[in-house]
């Protein structure tokens, strides 16, 4: 005979089961793309999100060479040594190691409490398009922002059609009454 609870508790894990989500971080903003990735490992996107349980999905983003990072963001962390401080201008620390920008971005994001090292170990990286992964995704989301072109992506003719922004120059306003006139 089978345990009575048996059915709830298959649904629970049909439920709670865990996707492979890939994203493509290819002109993507670093705060952006941080905090989309930190809701997907939280499990924010699921109905049965709890504070309690831990819900979230694997995920995967590919191209993070290709992130649009901030000149003037500073990006910290701490050794755990004395002294072990450590400053660095985020566009400089991306151009040599540009996974670990990313990481570091949603690890200060999520809560610091609950399940932190269990939420960054579902977390994969890959500075170009190549990942091991390929079997395992389920499902492919967009990145959070819309790609920018550049200036010189664009054709003369699109430029031309470009909308144009209204004359916003500072004018001499307009008085309701002429002041000479007062009779």
Sequence with gaps: MAHRFAASRNAKLLTTSRQWVLV???GQELEGMAQMVCRLLEGRHKPIYSQIMDVGDHVVVTNTRHLIVPDKKVMWWYSGYAQGHRHVYAKDFHTFRPTECLRLQVEFKLP???ALKERLARLHL??????PYAGNISKVMEGPDNVYKSLEEYTPEERDNFVKAPDCRIRKPTPLYDWNDLD
């Design 112 to 114: 610091q409490k609950y």
């Design 24 to 26: 493509d971080a290819t």
């Design 126 to 131: 890959f500075p170009s398009e190549n990942h």
